[in-house]
């Protein structure tokens, strides 16, 4: 269940640098799902929450985001739908070795959308604002972090087996971060270690600031919210087992 989908204006695409590798989309999603988040009251400098998500696309998707790009640069702004997968990620910054957890996105789906007949007459930021944004997860509790000035609560959910931290400076975890609003955020409280949830939200974007003596680096991250937790007595045997020992999971 740890998916995406969300309907978006094309911004810019990336090709892969190389064969069989990963290409990269920025994309500008729903501005109210972003203006929410600020007024709930994340006002961390060092985190600014905006309504553009990079996320990544595989090698398959490759003739259909290459059309998207040419028509982006014949300034057209293609409206589409993306659905596809979440991978929680821990990453080092090249000003300091400490890793720190956040989420990817990767795109299996792409799909061509138009305009309601409702909304063709309409102005453009109306619509931009009705534009869908979803997604969701199913895990055991990993860890959980009170609100803290500038910061909402965040919730640690562990989405697959442990994995090794080996130093690399991009680590797959199987633990996928959502900051809490609303419902969520009161809700949590009643949560511990190792309970079994499913939480659901959506996707914004957030410009990440790090300092590292007289430097600044700038990152663009997805960021997962959650406004809905609910416990539940099964799991996908994959949050447990990794492939090779899921046969034993009965």
Known sequence: MNQFQIQVRVLHCEPPKEAGRSGVML???????????????EKDESQKIVDKVMLRYPHHLHEKVELLLRESQNG???????????????????????????????????????VAPAFRSKDTYLADNLLYNTAGAIGLVEATKPAEKGRPPMLYVRTGPRRADRGRQVEHTNILTFALQGPA???????????????NGFVTGMLRRMKGGDMV????????????????????????????????AA
């Open 76 to 114: 057209t702004r293609k409206t589409v739908e993306i659905f596809g997968n979440i991978g929680g990620i821990a990453k080092r910054g090249m000003l300091g070795s400490e890793p720190y957890l956040h989420v990817e996105l990767v795109a299996q789906r792409i799909s061509d959308l138009v």
């Open 27 to 41: 994309v500008k999603i729903n501005p109210s799902c972003a203006r929410s988040m600020k007024s709930e009251g």
């Open 217 to 248: 680096q700038e990152i663009l991250e997805p960021r997962l919210v959650g406004v809905g937790i609910e416990a539940v007595s099964h799991i996908p045997a994959s949050v447990l087992y990794d492939g090779r020992k899921r046969e034993n």
């Open 185 to 199: 955020a009161t809700k949590i409280a009643g949560f511990e270690k190792g309970d079994a949830v499913v939480v």
